[in-house]
């Protein structure tokens, strides 16, 4: 558990990062083709958390409500203490969460202190009821990505059983 | 032993209770300390939840939120005020009438007396003081009018407060709700950050189409009562339907309640007639059928997972304690709780800390 206080949480300025994650975004395929304008709307609304070393982001099958930005610091993706990946600055993880509510598929744990931004499902569903065509496009990059990993994964499986 | 202990207190039910009865002792101190102003607050709530998708209508044609929030209540204002310009002489003519009727309430109730114990006498060869029975319950009517004119006066009193609170409260709702509702979660404890956002997430669709459904069940009824008393030619139509729209939410004992304002309302007419009655009970009966065959299926079907004996305790004790106001609400409160309740034991299911095996 973060030992920040609340008051610190509830008064915590918002515009710094929500410019650096901005920027951020826009590099980000899920964001591609989206306005800047509304990519602004929309990160104003996320929400940004601290995370210590060693603390855990989110557990293998917990059910998860939306993506997460990273903004600083480093984590490591894992199943079963197996290290698949270590996520930095402008990643994006758990961008399955935004489509639907299925049960996290890895362990996401804090190398560093982290600053990292929640985009969550219900912020993705008020965008789509406001802002349905660059909404739209979101979700359509976000099928993109998620076809792309399931072709990887395919992949990977016919070269394995190859091998 | 130690294990055990941890085990039941950190049992997904435990936590939830434990949170559950927080929030709970939370909403009470809330109620407690807001008390002079929680009509205004319930009223501005409303008005929030129904100019919201307004708002959101307007800042996806580009309009920024503030100058989006004042367009939708300068809309509001004026609308009311032009109901207010349409439906004052109407009311106020109606109340009038009402009034003059009930001025010769106690000669009537005499003349009925006077029957009665006519009747009496005929038939069984004694008879009672007719004056005295009449004198009897006009002044017991008399009581309930005045109290009843002292509740009413402190509730319009309550309206004219809030009508300079609520369009105030109502524009800062709108504008900045999401702003003070996401620094609120913000508060949460990481490892619940995401539990939070599910169990509010949940449970605020839930309620809302809840009160959706219901807030459609009441207008409907309360809009066919009106029509069929209109055309029945009952006195105070659109009142009447109102009422019955009202009291026929409250579950089980509505649908006897609904029948009673109706055939008052007849029996003080200048000519009341059996037919008039029985076309009073029709408008009624019809409604509640329409209600049960295709608004209570299709509209609020969700609060048909609450057992029959809870509601029926609910609605008993929430009317023992807090009168009418208690008997509407029970059903959306006992349904509130069960889904808040819900949803942090599946909540804590998934996330609570690891439990000793």
């Known amino acids: ?69 990273m903004l600083a ?4 993706v894992s199943v079963k203490d197996v290290e698949l990946d270590r996520m930095r600055r402008g990643d994006l993880f ?45 979700l359509q990059n976000l099928s993109k990505m998620l076809a792309q990993r399931l072709m990887d994964k395919n992949k990977m499986i016919t070269q394995q059983e190859n091998q | ?43 501005s709530a409303t008005f929030y939840a129904a100019l919201s998708p307004t708002v959101d209508n307007l800042v996806r044609r580009d309009f920024e939120q503030s100058t989006a929030v004042a367009i939708a209540m300068v809309m509001v204002i004026i609308m009311m005020l032009a109901l207010t310009a349409l439906l004052y002489p109407v009311i106020s003519q109606q109340f009038e009438q009402f009034s003059q009727r009930a001025a010769h309430l106690d000669e009537r109730i005499l003349q009925l007396a006077v029957q009665v114990e006519a009747w009496v006498r005929g038939h069984l060869g004694s008879g009672f003081d007719a004056a005295q029975v009449a004198n009897t319950a006009v002044a017991s009517l008399n009581d309930k009018a005045n109290a009843m004119s002292s509740s009413v006066g402190s509730y319009f009193n309550d309206v004219a407060f809030s009508l300079l609170l609520v369009p105030l409260i109502t524009f800062f709702l709108l504008k900045d709700f999401r702003m ?14 995401e539990l939070g956002w599910l169990v509010y997430n949940v449970a605020t669709s ?30 105070y139509a659109p009142v009447l339907g109102i009422l019955v729209g009202l009291l026929n939410l409250i579950p089980f004992f509505g649908i006897s309640l609904a029948k009673i304002p109706p055939v008052v309302v007849v029996l ?23 209600d049960n065959i295709y608004l209570m299926p299709r509209v609020v079907a969700r609060s048909a997972s609450l057992h029959p004996l809870t509601v029926m305790l609910g609605v008993m004790l929430a009317g023992y304690y807090y009168g009418f106001i208690g008997l509407i609400l029970a059903v959306p409160v006992i349904f509130s709780m069960k889904v808040i309740y819900g949803e942090l034991f599946r909540g804590f299911r998934h996330f609570g800390p690891k439990r000793a095996v």
């Open chain 2, 180 to 193: 003070l509702r996401n620094s609120l979660m913000q508060s949460l404890p990481n490892r619940y950050f």
């Open chain 1, 73 to 76: 610091g480093e984590v490591s």
């Open chain 2, 1 to 43: 032993m130690r294990n055990l202990v941890a085990g039941v207190l950190l049992h997904p039910a435990s936590l939830a209770a434990a949170v559950f009865g927080v929030g709970l002792l939370a909403v009470w101190v809330f109620i407690s300390v807001a008390s002079p102003i929680l009509f205004t607050l319930v009223l």
């Open chain 2, 268 to 290: 003080l007419s200048n000519q009341p007639d059996f037919l008039s009655v029985v076309l009073a009970l029709a408008v009624v009966f019809v409604a509640q059928t329409v």
């Open chain 1, 94 to 138: 758990g961008e399955v969460a935004l489509a639907t509510e299925l049960p996290r598929t890895a362990e996401v744990v804090a190398i560093r202190d982290c600053e990292l931004v929640f985009f969550l499902r219900s912020d993705l569903k008020e965008w789509l009821a406001i802002m349905p065509k660059e909404a739209a496009r979101l």
């Open chain 2, 206 to 235: 839930q309620l809302l189409s809840y009160v959706r459904g219901v807030s459609i069940q009441a207008i409907s009824m309360s809009l066919i009562c009106t029509v069929g008393f209109w055309l029945a030619g009952i006195d």
């Open chain 1, 1 to 69: 558990m973060a030992s920040e206080a609340v008051w610190l949480r509830l008064f915590r300025p918002k515009v710094d990062w929500v410019e650096d994650a901005c920027a951020l975004c826009e590099k980000n395929p899920l964001f591609e083709k989206v306005p800047r304008k509304s990519i602004r709307w929309l990160v104003s609304r996320m929400h940004l958390r601290t995370y210590k070393a060693g603390e855990s982001i989110f557990s293998m099958g917990n059910a998860g409500a939306g993506a997460v930005l």
